[in-house]
């Protein structure tokens, strides 16, 4: 993973006793974070901070021979956060009609955030991809944009008047699912509320 410096802000006390930003001063012990780093040392003048980070799982799940389906609850996906902005709502709250009885209420998804999905796959093979949800209204055509693998890839389905009652809606084509990691990215272009309950990925027939 590159480690984000965007919205990393620190300050420099001087022996005098005053203070300063110097955060366009540093420079940092690494650019690409591996797995086990729990830190990045960031420097200046002689100086040295530890920056606490914390590594995200290669991967969601592995995909072998034997693969028919897999359902991630969007609790559990990876939320990626860009332009130094934050979740302002995450809740995961009851609800009979959602998978597993739980979903993500509400949340207020900033501009440039991301929901991934990462995947290790032994093989390849053609998958269909389906996102389920429940929100007022929710673009898939202006204000969502999904890849699979850097390729675009568009919902078949959008009715008019929002989503209801956690239908699942598919992308309009197969992708495919080559053997290494593959990535599912689900990206707002602007702030959206919506709720969220899973992402599903379906060996084709």
Not at 56 to 61: D, E, R, W, Y
Not at 91 to 100: E, F, I, R
Not at 127 to 151: A, Q, R, S, Y
Request: include cysteine; aromatic fraction near 10%; glycine fraction near 6%.
């Amino acid at each position: 993973q590159k480690f984000e410096t965007k919205g990393l802000v620190v300050y420099a006390d001087t022996a005098a006793g005053s203070s300063f930003d110097a955060t366009a001063l540093l420079t940092f012990d690494r650019t690409v974070m591996q797995e086990g780093d729990t830190k990045v040392v960031a420097s200046y003048d002689g100086k040295t901070v530890d920056i606490p980070v914390t590594m995200l799982s290669a991967t969601t799940f592995t995909v072998d021979a034997s693969f028919t389906s897999e359902k991630v609850e969007a609790e559990d996906a990876v939320w990626v956060s860009a332009l130094g902005k934050s979740k302002q709502i995450y809740q995961v709250v009851d609800d009979a009609k959602a998978s597993g009885n739980k979903r993500l209420d509400s949340c207020d998804w900033m501009k440039g955030s991301s929901f991934m999905v990462m995947i290790e796959s032994e093989v390849e093979t053609d998958i269909v991809i389906k996102v389920c949800c429940d929100g007022p209204g929710l673009d898939f055509g202006n204000i969502v944009n999904m890849t699979f693998n850097g390729e675009t890839v568009k919902l078949s389905e959008n009715p008019s008047g929002g989503w209801v009652n956690f239908k699942p809606y598919a992308i309009d084509s197969t992708v495919r699912l080559k053997k290494g990691l593959n990535v599912f990215v689900l990206n707002f272009n602007d702030d959206q509320m919506v709720n969220f309950d899973y992402f599903e990925f379906v060996k084709a027939e």
